[in-house]
């Protein structure tokens, strides 16, 4: 069949089904009715809490990885079809969670029958663990490229088993999507495993980034990553109480410090008004993020930027790539083995997810079945995927019909 024809007709059919679907939730009964969803009750909740306290059922559970690190699942089970979430950079689970019952996709998603598990990657708040007791060099020694290879097919294959299912649906954001990208490239057999894969943000090729400090970070990135080598800066952005107290405060609106909370969003994220995010949701949101990841992580992202591929970590030391990969360069993730079904959502104003750099992506992805642009005219930005104010009508609610569809 012609690709944009189905295309097209699947994104009709999405746009179709939110009405409906819409209806079918408000009949939908919660467990409790204990709506705690003002911001000052949700600042300082972890994500069991977050799905304690809106009366939802919680399990835990620890997957360990093929090269011993622990990553911690939470569920909000039921019967029914799972689906697995993936948050982006230096976050977690939270994300799913923070806006509440009414708009956070988590919920979104178990309010209409699905068996919701929030993935948290290694080296997040959630996921220190390892089995050995490593020294921090070696257990902060990986990037996205391990969360991909090693993480998510550990995690799709206890899903799998748990469940008894054979295929689960996935939703990645931002660098949720990346880790896809590098499991579905180089772990191929995992494609067969995913009957959708909905990508919010995707981040692949990020030759056009557009942040006010990527030239400063890459222009000398090699002795960058060797300083923070030297000085043992392993872990970035980590979880600090301290840091998200202080974002709850100057976050909070009636704070006579906002200016200082706007001007970092919109420097970090190109966020314009603030109150694109949920206004009542702004402290809690901002007392969430970061939740920490390794610098290694990080570099390899900047990476891309400076090499302008989709490639493996380029180690600077001497021969190290040779080593590593029997090659002077670092060899690129072959897209055109991602054969899943996938569904991308690419907004124009996005400074993280460039529109430039997702049709390169587009031009290699086999099986695109779903591509869907929110227009400049939105001034949609990147955190607002996940913590916009229009996140429900603009996104949540577009998966959520593509997936009750799919899972049919
Ligand atoms: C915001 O500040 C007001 C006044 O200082 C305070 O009452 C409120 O609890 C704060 N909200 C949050 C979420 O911290
Ligand atoms: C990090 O991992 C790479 C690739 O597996 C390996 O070559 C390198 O020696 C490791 N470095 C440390 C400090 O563990
Ligand atoms: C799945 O996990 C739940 C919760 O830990 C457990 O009770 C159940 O037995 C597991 N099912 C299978 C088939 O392993
Ligand atoms: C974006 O929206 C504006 C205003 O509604 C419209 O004029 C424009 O054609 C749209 N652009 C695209 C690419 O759809």
Redesign the pocket.
């Known amino acids: 069949m012609d690709l944009r024809n189905s295309t097209f007709i699947h994104t009709i059919f999405i746009f179709l089904c939110i009405g409906s679907a819409h209806n079918k939730r408000r009949k939908i009964k919660r467990f409790g009715n204990n709506d705690l969803s003002d ?2 009750s949700y ?1 300082n909740l972890d994500s069991k809490q977050l799905i304690t306290t809106n009366g939802y059922p919680l399990e835990t559970h620890p997957v360990v990885t093929e090269d011993g690190y622990i990553v911690t699942l939470f569920r909000i089970p039921r019967r029914g079809p799972p689906v697995l979430l993936v948050h982006g950079i230096g976050d977690s689970s939270d994300s799913w969670l923070i806006l509440g019952p009414l708009d956070s996709l988590a919920f979104n998603l178990y309010d209409v029958g699905f068996d919701v598990w929030l993935y948290n990657a290694r080296g997040n708040k959630y996921s220190k663990e390892h089995t050995m007791s490593l020294p921090r060099k070696q257990y902060w020694n990986f990037s996205y490229e391990e969360m991909g290879s090693r993480d998510l097919p550990a995690t799709i294959d206890y899903i799998l088993l748990n469940t008894s299912q054979s295929k689960l649906s996935y939703v990645g954001f931002s660098q949720g999507t990346t880790i896809f990208f590098v499991m579905a490239s180089m772990r191929p057999e995992y494609n067969s495993k995913i009957n959708h894969a909905v990508l919010l943000a995707p981040v692949a090729w990020v030759s056009h980034l557009k942040s006010p400090f990527i030239d400063a970070l890459t222009q000398n990135l090699k002795q960058l990553a060797f300083l923070a080598d030297q000085l043992g800066l392993y872990e970035l952005f980590p979880h600090s109480p301290l840091l998200n107290l202080y974002h ?2 100057v976050c ?4 006579p410090a906002r200016v200082l909370c706007d001007t970092e969003y919109y420097i970090t994220y190109g966020l314009r008004d603030l109150n694109n995010l949920l206004p009542s949701k702004i ?2 949101i901002a007392s969430h993020i970061p939740a920490g990841t390794s610098t290694k992580n990080f570099v390899h992202f900047l990476q891309g930027y400076v090499s302008k591929e989709f490639q493996r970590y380029n180690y600077y030391g001497i021969d190290e790539n040779d080593v590593v990969y029997g090659s002077s360069k670092p060899p690129i993730y072959d897209i055109s083995s991602v054969s899943s079904p996938i569904s991308l959502f690419v907004s124009e104003s996005d400074w993280y997810s460039r529109i430039e750099d997702v049709k390169t992506l587009k031009s290699k992805l086999p099986n695109i079945v779903n591509y869907i642009v929110l227009n400049k005219t939105l001034e949609f930005t990147h955190l607002e995927y996940i913590y916009g104010a229009r996140v429900k009508h603009l996104i949540n609610d577009p998966i959520v019909s593509l997936l009750i569809y799919i899972n049919k």
Do not use: D, E, G
Request: no cysteine.
């Open positions: 911001a000052s600042t709850a405060n909070n609106k009636t704070s402290p809690a």
